[in-house]
């Protein structure tokens, strides 16, 4: 199977910083897809096909990547943003997510 | 407006069996891929089975091969996990989902 790493496992950030979350794959994939899930609530797609923003997610966010190294972008954080993130992909059978970045807000 | 609704969780023993059920609406089921997905407490996502939109092929991770089956009822839009054999392993809230949409999740707890 496809394992993703994700880095870094926790960051923390003040409103208006600049934070960058990676996923590394064990094998080239054609996409990635990334989820918020802010605590108690159900995982939601955030962004999808490796740089496609979700409905509703704000454009501070973007993603970028190919092969086996992809990220997630967020260009001025502001305090909303604050929760753990998951990649995803399904390149490949069976679909896998990466263990998950958990931002904080300072 | 697309809605998933999980049912049938709780706390069962190791070794019994739990069948979960997803009541989807606000789409036409029938035309999507549909998977569950796991989060044991305090940890990350993890993919449990898929099923193509027909019901013609599913995929399941290893741990649960040969003691859970992913099913469908495209007439009544509802997806389906039975789970047998459990394990104190297999405690997590599970997640029914076609990718762009999450159900809130169904608690279950495998213990004695």
């Known amino acids: 199977e496809t394992v993703l790493t994700q880095s870094p496992t926790t960051t923390a950030a003040s409103p208006g910083e600049k934070v960058t979350i990676t996923c590394r794959a064990s094998s080239s994939i054609s996409y990635m897809h990334w989820f918020q899930q802010k605590s108690g609530a159900s995982p939601k797609l955030w962004i999808y096909?490796?740089?496609k923003l979700a409905s509703g997610v704000p454009n501070r966010f973007s993603g970028s990547g190919s092969g086996t190294s992809y990220s997630l972008i967020i260009s001025s954080i502001e305090s909303e943003d604050g929760a753990p993130y998951y990649c995803?992909?399904?390149?490949?059978?069976?679909?896998?997510f990466g263990s998950g970045t958990k931002l904080e807000i300072k | 407006e697309v809605q998933l609704v999980e049912s049938g969780g709780g706390l069962v023993q190791p070794g019994r069996s739990l069948k979960l059920s997803c009541a989807a609406s606000g789409f036409t089921f029938s035309n999507y891929y549909m998977a569950w997905v796991r989060q044991a407490p305090t940890k990350g996502l993890e993919w449990v089975a898929s099923i193509t939109n027909s019901g013609g092929s599913t995929y399941y991770r290893d741990s649960v091969k040969g003691r859970f089956t992913i099913s469908r009822d495209n007439a009544k839009s509802t997806l389906y996990l039975q789970m047998d054999s459990l394990r104190s392993e297999d405690t997590a809230t599970y997640y029914c989902?076609?990718?762009?949409?999450w159900g809130q999740g169904a608690s279950v707890t495998v213990s004695s």
């Open positions: 096909d490796t740089s």
């Open positions: 995803q992909q399904k390149s490949s059978e069976p679909p896998t």
């Open positions: 989902t076609r990718g762009d949409a």
